[in-house]
Structures are given as C-alpha cells and as structure tokens.
DNA sequence: TCAATAGTGTCTTTTAGACATTATATG
DNA sequence: CATATAATGTCTAAAAGACACTATTGA
C-alpha cells in the first residue's frame, strides 16, 4: 500500500475494473461506443466497455483490453487518458467495486465497430427518449467523458485526436463543431488553427473536393502542440 | 464488478489506497503537506499522507480520513477532488496497490498543523538540494498535482479555495503569484476578477492595512462561479 | 456558366498589458 | 509631511468575431 503505516480498521481488498468511453465521429457527429449486455441480463441497457484488472496489468491495459475484447478495436495509436475513478460503495450491486473511467479517443476513418454486441451511438440520443439505457453509474461517467472531451478541445490539442495523420482545416474544424455541437466560422477557425504554434503542420499535399466539387484543400499533420496558446475558446 | 460480463482470467482484487497531496499557502509560498515516515521506516523520506479505503467508505471520506488520522487536519470544507489514480504493478514493492490520488486545498488562515509526523513543505524545496525525498511514485504524484492547480486556476474559480470566506483582492492576487510562481499587476489583476462573472463578490467591509499604512482593502467573498469566463490567463 | 468549398482581407469590438494617477490609510 | 497600499484611468497592442471577397474545383 501507499500509506507508510499499518492500516487500523476493517480493510479488505476491492474488485478493481476499467470502463472505458470511446467517443469518435462518424457522418459528422460525435459517437460514444457502448456494449449490449449478454442477452440473459437486463434487456435494453447498454454500458461501457469494462474489465476487470488483473494481476499483472497495468491500468492502460485494461483499457486497452477493455476496447478489444468486448469490441474488436485494437487502436494501439488512439488517445487514451484516465477520466476519473468511481467508487462509491454502493455504485455496483453486486459488492464494492472501484471502476477507473477512461476516455478513449479514435478518428473518424478508423475500422468499422465489430457489431456484436458493441454499438456507436449518437451522444445526442443518450438522454432522449428511445434512447439507450446505461446501466450502473454509466451514464455519470459518460456525463464528465463529455464534459472532459468538450473542456479539453479548447486549451489542448486533443481535437487531433479525431482525425487521421492526414486531414484537411476542414475536418478539424467539423471535429469541433461535433463536439461542442456549434457552427464555427471556416475563415476564423482558420487563422486560430494556423496562427496557434505547433497546433497543426502544413504538407505539400492538397486534398481531392468532394462530389459537389469545390477548391481541393491544403492537408495538415498534427504538431508537436500538447497544449494551445492561445487557447480555441468555445463561442 | 462494472462489466456485465464475467472475468476470464488471472484476476484477484487489489489494495486500494487515498493519497492526498495537499496544498496550502503560508507566508506568500506554496506549500505541501507531507508525512514523516515511522522512526523504524527510512529515515528523510517523506510520503503523502495515505490510508487504504475501508469497506464502506467512498474515496473522498478515505480522503478525508487521510488528512485527519496522520496531519490532525479536519476540514470539512476544504476543497477536495480527485487528481488521477495511480496503479501500476510495480509502483509498491510490498506487492499491489492501486492509488487515487487527491488535490486538497485549504485557506492559508487554517489552524497550524499537527506537528507529530506532518510537515509544510515550500514546494519550491522539493526537486532542490536539501529537500525531502519523496517515497514510492509520490514525486510524481505531487507533480500532477501542481500542474493541475496551476492549470485549473486559469479557467475556474480554484484560488478561492486557498483564502478564507472573507478576502481582498490582494489575498487572491498574491494566491495566484504564489501557485503561479510570478508576480502580477495588481490593477490588471483586480480589473479581470471584478469583470468575470462570479468570480467574487463585493462586501461592505473593509480590511484594516498592514503595520505600514495604506488604503484599506474592500473585503470579498466568493462568488458562484466555477468556471471562468473569460479565464485568468497565465502571463 | 453555376454551385460548392477553400482560403484571404478588412473592419469592429473586446480583451490584455503597461503604466500613470488618484484615494486613503499609518507613522 | 513621507510612505505604503488600494483603486481608477488611459493608452496601445493583440485577439475575437462578423462578413465581404478571391481562388479553384466539379457538374
């Protein structure tokens, strides 16, 4: 243990588990990966992705193993930070159970979701009606992956993260407006982009229009940026 | 556990421990609690205080309790919250333990601390010559938990936490020149306080000055406000 | 040609920062 | 009175935001 001293009192051990919230984009809005549980639990609830840590497993892992296992995503370049641990005694019903939330982050161009059991699901259904139900404390942790992912687009160069190696001002600016669910000004959004050191890279390629046709776009790669100054602060 | 499904493998529960980093301002200088280890442990090491969680204790009462059973510090409304949970599986030697981390905060008129094991530390001591050695992955943790105050008192209301309910616009100043490690103008400073939103509000008291004279300070309280808008901006 | 998208220019409003000035206390 | 600290005023530079304009593609 980390305290230098024996401990005094009733102390056992806890379960100890990793849940994981994927957010990505797809058709230009932003996703949250969930689970359908095994068919004879409750029907109709979903939950995030989560494993048990084991014995030798570092907590990074079992994100990792979280994402692969219950949904066929082996993303070893996605963005993966700790959210935050839960661990309410009474959060899981069948005993205590400390669960460390991870907030995982892919881009939009990645492999299709393995459709057993695992489902994208528009962040703006969560909490409507017909909706999916989240099972536990899921739907608080999904509450501050949002809240995190949103807070972090504005003084970190996260929204990278939802790109591929190559993307256009474009695609990163529909990043923003997916996550923070606001039109941003293309021209404006532009020179904050450029005009912020390390945030993006220009390349010498251009980027082919799209069907309706239009000016081909400059490409960018991330910068070496982790944090933004000045900051793209949310209209 | 959090998954619906079941485990497939090597899997135990783990020790679960609170290790709380906790910050405070004395004579104008960021300081941090530490705990002398036992007589019998390592002598000139220090660690955080830590306790490991109890069956039906949440994480922040651990936190709490950390605080009070080893630095005789009861501060029910101090500023508590979870900093990051530290667990890998070598970062004990005495086999693992899974850590969460907190930042505790407190106003600099608190009571002095217990002086058995506890001592403040100038944060500016801790990588220099002379200063304390930190046990286990404790260095780290501390500097996690520096950057996240020094980050979160640019775009939320976090200095309020390192002054007493009523405080002048001095007291903040000199919170933030501390955390922050640079001086600030005073007359720009109060002018981004008063205008952001919640920030602060106005008494109708007055402080009385200090020994050399001058113009008595008008006294605040804290406003609503969490997070700032526009943020204070680290020079 | 037009429609669509990328990128630039320009103007106004807001904010940050430097620093002078006034106000009110102590000695 | 001098000195110290609080609070206000003023000026300049930087940044944000609105929006017109140019550039380059597809149909």
């Known amino acids: 243990m980390s305290s230098l001293t024996a401990p005094l009192a009733p102390i056992s051990t806890c379960a100890v588990a990793v849940d ?108 409507a009606p017909g909706g999916p139900q989240l099972a536990y404390d899921h739907e608080r942790i999904v509450t501050d992956a949002l809240e995190r992912a949103r807070a972090k687009l504005e003084y970190t160069s996260l929204a990278t993260a939802f790109v591929p190696e190559e993307f256009t001002l474009a695609d990163l600016r529909r990043v923003y407006e997916a996550v923070w669910g606001v039109p941003l000004d293309p021209a404006n959004f532009r020179r904050k982009v450029v005009s912020t050191p390390g945030f993006v890279v220009e390349s010498d390629k251009t980027a082919s229009p799209g069907p309706g046709g239009g000016r081909p776009a400059k490409v960018y790669r991330r910068g070496s940026a982790t944090h933004l100054h000045p900051a793209m602060l949310r209209p």
């Open 20 to 127: 994981t919230a994927l957010l990505t984009i797809r058709d230009g809005r932003l996703r949250l990966l969930l689970i359908e549980p095994e068919p004879s639990a409750l029907r109709g609830w979903w939950a995030l992705p989560g494993r048990r840590v084991r014995d030798d497993e570092s907590l990074d892992d079992t994100a990792h193993r979280s994402l692969s296992e219950l949904a066929g995503i082996t993303a070893p370049d996605a963005h993966l930070e700790q959210l935050r641990t839960y661990g309410d005694p009474s959060r899981d019903p069948r005993g205590r159970v400390v669960s460390v939330a991870y907030l995982a982050l892919t881009p939009f161009a990645d492999d299709p979701v393995d459709p057993g059991r695992a489902r994208l699901f528009d962040v703006d259904e969560l909490g």
